[in-house]
C-alpha cells in the first residue's frame, strides 16, 4: 500500500513509519497537520491515509476535517481516522453516507501490529474497520433501540463484529461457532432490524450504521 500518516506526535508519526515500512507498505509522505495532510494527498495519491483527529492549531478536529475533504476530493482513497478516546459524533460525521474506506480505531490499538496492519489494509481496499469500543458507543448513541433491543446476546456479538468489518468466516473464528451459524445469525439479525440482507461485507456495515444514525 502507499500510504500518507498524518500525526503530530513525533514518536508516534515515526513509529507508524516504521511499522508500516517493516510490513513492505510505503509511507509516501508524514505529516503534523491538516493542511498538510490535504496536500499531501493531493500529490501522492495514496491508497490510503492515516489520520490523527486532533492537530494542530486547536488540536480539536483538524483531522476530521482534512478527512472529510479527502473524502469528498479523492473517493478512491481510505481514511483511517485514529484518536485517544472514543469520539462519537466526529465517528458519525465521518461515516456519514458511506462507510466504504473508512476506519475509526482508539490509538492503543497500534500495540497490536497485526490487527492495526489488517484494518489499514481492509481499510485500503474499500472496506470498513471499526474500533470495538467505537461500535459499543455507537450502539449506546443510538436513538433506534428497538430493533436493536430485540437481538439476543449472541447476535448483538455477531453485529459487534460486522460493525468492525468482519466477514463471516472472520465472525466464525472470532466467536468460535460454524459458518452456518453466522449465516443464520446475520440473517436474523437483517430481519430484526428490518434490513436488506446484501452479499457485501461492506455494504452490510453501512445498512447497520445507517440504522444506528449514523448515516444520511
Known amino acids: 500500500m502507499r500510504v500518507v500518516i498524518a500525526e ?11 511499522l508500516l515500512d517493516d510490513h513492505g507498505h510505503q ?17 501522492q495519491k495514496p491508497d490510503v491515509a492515516v489520520v490523527d483527529i486532533r492537530m494542530p ?4 478536529d483538524e483531522g476530521l476535517r482534512a478527512a472529510l475533504q479527502i473524502r469528498q476530493d479523492h473517493r478512491d482513497v481510505g481514511v483511517l481516522m485514529f484518536s485517544q478516546y472514543v469520539e462519537t459524533r466526529y465517528a458519525s460525521r465521518l461515516l456519514a453516507g458511506n462507510a466504504a474506506g473508512v476506519g475509526y480505531l482508539l490509538k492503543d490499538r497500534v500495540a497490536d501490529v ?17 474500533d470495538p469500543e467505537v461500535v459499543s458507543q455507537l450502539f449506546r448513541a443510538s436513538r433506534r433501540t428497538e430493533g436493536l433491543n430485540t437481538l439476543t446476546r ?19 473464528a472470532a466467536l468460535f461457532i460454524s459458518g452456518g451459524a453466522v449465516e ?20 452490510r456495515v453501512l445498512a447497520v450504521l445507517r440504522y444506528l444514525g449514523t448515516g444520511e
Open 8 to 18: 503530530d506526535a513525533v514518536v508516534l508519526r515515526e513509529g507508524l513509519t516504521r
Open 27 to 43: 509511507v509516501c509522505a508524514a505529516v503534523a497537520d491538516g493542511d498538510a495532510l490535504v496536500t499531501a494527498v493531493a500529490e
Open 57 to 60: 492549531p486547536t488540536h480539536t
Open 114 to 130: 497485526a490487527d492495526f496492519v489488517a484494518a489499514l489494509e481492509r481499510v485500503a481496499d474499500g472496506g470498513t474497520a471499526l
Open 154 to 172: 449472541r447476535e448483538r456479538d455477531v453485529l459487534g463484529l460486522m460493525a468492525e468489518g468482519r466477514s463471516n468466516a472472520g465472525i466464525s
Open 184 to 203: 443464520k445469525h446475520v440473517a436474523s439479525i437483517f430481519g430484526k432490524l428490518g434490513l436488506p440482507p446484501s452479499e457485501g461485507d461492506n455494504r
